[in-house]
């Protein structure tokens, strides 16, 4: 087992919580344009359930897997809501492609994210457009993909060169009308603004990349 890889994890989780409890209001706000207003919240909850889950498992000497299943499954009992079953989807989807016994490679971590985005379609039904989290997800999955070919020795280096790719397809969900979910009704109210999801997606993504 690694253990340092399970200590990553903790550290990572810990600031998934972090830039979740400082962006909540605004995900709240984005949520209550063209949604029910709860994305802060939900996540929020989700994320410090995770933290809680991440502590423990890496107390026990797990390994990185375990640790990532585990606490993708407090995410999606605690948070309710769409966003929280999908990020439970996606933490357990990236800690089974990684497993305890070997310290991820970046190689191995692109293939896990991808994994990650191809689970959410799976559990979630929405495709890339539809102005979901799965329209900054593919995209982070796809640049992170090639940004491991050309650093396959620095998880840090790919991911951070997969972060502005990230925000900028964020952003762009803006653009899109929303095909899926709690904001499908609301179709012009949600146009000029991003879907939250997306939002919080590369949040995350930026706030993991600090701590890589
Ligand atoms: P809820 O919609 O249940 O209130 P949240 O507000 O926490 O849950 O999350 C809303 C976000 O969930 C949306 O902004 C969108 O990114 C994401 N989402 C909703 N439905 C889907 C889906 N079918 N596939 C992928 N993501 C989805
Ligand atoms: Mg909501
Ligand atoms: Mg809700």
Known sequence: ???????KAVVVIEAIGAVIDANADELGRLDSIAGDGDHGIGMQRGAQAAVVEARRVAAAEAGVGTLLGLSGAAWADRAGGTSGALW???????????????????A?????????????????????GDKTL??????????????????PDSIRDAWAASVAPAEAAASATADLLPKVGRARPHLEKSLGTPDPGAVSMA??????ANTL
């Open 1 to 7: 087992v690694s253990r340092e890889a399970a200590a």
């Open 88 to 106: 439970g989807e996606i933490l357990t989807t990236i800690g089974a492609r990684l497993g305890d016994a070997e310290p991820p490679t970046a």
């Open 108 to 128: 191995a971590l692109a293939e896990a994210v991808t994994q990650s985005a191809a689970a959410v379609t799976r559990y979630g039904g929405a495709k890339v």
């Open 134 to 151: 799965l329209d900054a997800l593919v995209p982070f999955a796809e640049a992170l993909t090639l940004a491991a070919a050309s650093s």
């Open 203 to 208: 949040l995350i993504i930026s706030a993991v």
